[in-house]
């Protein structure tokens, strides 16, 4: 990560033609370490990405830890009511302040119990008597970039942001309003291993091509022919109005929308029910999907037996892609496989995703 080569790219590879030419990236992008190290710092460190929810830290104090392009990160919301994000690491020697959600007046190291006011300034320093040159201003935790969105948490590990939150997702919070997520309330959260890159599992999400394939149930519920796709400049939204009447996902009305924004934040909203996914990679091959529920209603039995049938549904197509993932990463590793095409119709998204990409590249490997 820190300090690693840059991966060998031929400059073509970064020419991004038009859905109807292109290929897609080659599969070295895929297995090789030195794109692993890439990615997380010229891409999962210098974009945004959706974190959570504000219903996840709901009184000051509140926290949760979280790993993002392999850092640890706390959210939480301070004692002034705001929503930040600070490295989940102590200026110590490096012990991590928080291992579970919880809540706390100030944050206490859990190796050698240095502490740390809410607004990350270092408060108590236990056993330093004799220490020289030390002054306690100097070891605060350092803050991450954090802003709040229609009660979504996103934050960006740079310092030299390239990229304006507001700019990126334009038109998402304005298409959404009528479903109020600011309103919704966290339900819970299950975190996948998946022996596949994470871009396998990103290019995986952005098409509805392999649903009659690999999700025949799925694809009963949703209207496929009526699959449309829509892509934006650092986003994607694929929508389908429902097929059935009554479902586990609807009373028949309202559309089921999936947004993708570039490179690893999931949104998908349905009515009265929202799902954020996150991409983590852990190494050329693995990566973690981490999945947060969130309802408009939590509380009555009727609505906790909906949201247990969503979540033991939606763990089956998880299930379904995962496999499919995993197959799809021992092909891309095979002697045969280099590089393929898009389906035009079905895969705008994906070859949307690879441009995004490649756009990200482009500016790493400019400014070394
Ligand atoms: S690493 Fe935090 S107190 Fe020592
Ligand atoms: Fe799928």
């Known amino acids: 990560m820190k300090n690693s080569p840059n991966p060998s790219i031929d400059v073509r590879d970064l020419n991004h ?8 990236i080659p599969s070295d992008w895929y297995i090789k370490d030195e794109f692993h190290h890439a990615d997380r710092e010229a891409v999962l460190s210098r974009n945004w990405q959706c974190v959570g929810h504000v219903s996840r830290v709901p009184n000051p104090g509140d926290a949760y830890p979280i790993i993002v392009a392999g850092n640890p990160v706390l959210i939480l919301r301070d004692d002034e009511n705001r929503i ?6 102590c200026r110590h020697r490096g012990g991590p302040l928080m291992a579970n959600a919880g809540s706390a007046r100030f944050l206490k190291c859990l190796y050698h119990g240095w502490t740390y006011r809410l607004d990350g300034s270092l408060r108590g320093v236990p056993h330093f008597n004799g220490a020289e040159l030390f002054d306690k201003s100097d070891f605060g935790l350092k803050s991450i970039r954090c802003q709040v969105r229609s009660g979504l948490i996103w934050i960006n590990l740079s310092d030299d942001l390239n990229s304006e939150l507001d700019d990126i997702i334009a038109g998402i919070e304005t298409r959404i309003r009528d479903v109020e997520i600011e309103n919704f309330k966290f339900a819970g959260e299950v975190t996948y291993d998946v022996k596949a890159n994470w871009k396998v ?6 098409e509805g091509y392999h649903i009659p394939h690999v999700h025949p149930e799925l694809c009963d519920l949703l209207s496929f022919q009526d699959y449309k796709t829509e892509c934006h400049e650092w986003y994607s939204l694929q929508y389908s109005p429902f097929r059935k009447q009554e479902s586990i996902y609807s009373d028949g009305s309202g559309q089921s929308c999936y947004y993708f924004v570039y490179p690893n934040s999931m949104l998908n909203i349905l009515p009265g029910r929202m799902q954020l996914n ?3 990679p852990v190494s050329a091959g693995k990566c973690k999907v981490i999945f947060e529920y969130y309802y408009d209603d939590i509380s009555s ?7 247990q049938e969503d979540m033991a549904y939606s763990d089956k197509v998880q299930q379904e892609d995962i496999e499919i993932c995993e197959r ?3 092909g891309l590793g095979s002697k045969v496989y280099d590089r393929g095409r898009f389906s ?4 705008e998204a994906v070859h949307h995703f690879q441009g995004c990409l490649k756009k990200s590249y482009l500016r790493y490997f400019n400014e070394q």
């Open 278 to 280: 996150r991409v983590e």
């Open 84 to 89: 930040c994000a600070y490295y989940n690491v």
């Open 17 to 24: 033609p038009p859905v109807e030419r292109a290929e897609t």
């Open 301 to 307: 039995p009727a609505a906790r037996k909906k949201y």
């Open 328 to 330: 799809v990463q021992e």
């Open 201 to 206: 599992y990103v290019d995986n999400y952005l």
């Open 344 to 347: 035009p119709e079905l895969e």
